[in-house]
């Protein structure tokens, strides 16, 4: 904070450190880990331990399709799976 803008103001802390963005920040993650398309096996791994309940595994386009506004995404545009699962 500088005192040229609030003058007669003294910060109670010193200024936050400049972001320096071209290195690799946890905040801009997005910028150096490239989408990483998984397959529906892959995908079960992370519901391992876990009772898959219905509709189980399904690519994200087709999520409750029968209750939403058609025409829906293809599966392919999705890109991505949903699951429900619960604790045993």
Known sequence: MS??????ITPSRPAPVELDTGV???ARIYDCIPFQY???QEFGRFLTGLELVPPGIVPMAEWRAEEERQPRPAPVEAAAYA??????
């Open 24 to 26: 690799a920040h946890p």
């Open 3 to 8: 005192s040229t803008w609030f003058p007669g």
């Open 83 to 88: 699951a429900a699962a619960r604790k045993n």
């Open 38 to 40: 998984r397959t529906k």
